[in-house]
């Protein structure tokens, strides 16, 4: 599981690598987008890392869990915050 910031076209580079997006969240600035961010991986905190830079070489390993400590429930009470 991952979690970043980005557009179609990061979503694109990511789906070419056989990455789902699962739900995606909209934000008026980019600031509440990088804010939000920060409190998923502090959430995440010592799972974070799960893949290595050579399972994604397209970037965001160490925004990466492994799926089994997924909690979408805690992630979307962190977003919502």
């Not at 509440?32 to 390993?61: I, S």
């Amino acid at each position: 599981m991952k979690i970043g910031i980005g557009g179609h076209k990061r979503q694109t580079l990511h789906g070419s690598h056989g990455w789902i997006v699962v739900h995606t969240w909209e934000y008026e600035t980019r600031g509440e987008v990088v804010a939000a961010e920060a409190r998923v991986l502090q959430l995440w905190g010592d799972k974070r890392g799960y893949l290595t830079p050579e399972q994604m070489p397209q970037q965001g390993y160490t925004e990466t869990i492994h799926i089994s400590d997924y909690d979408m429930a805690a992630v979307d009470a962190v977003i919502a915050a």
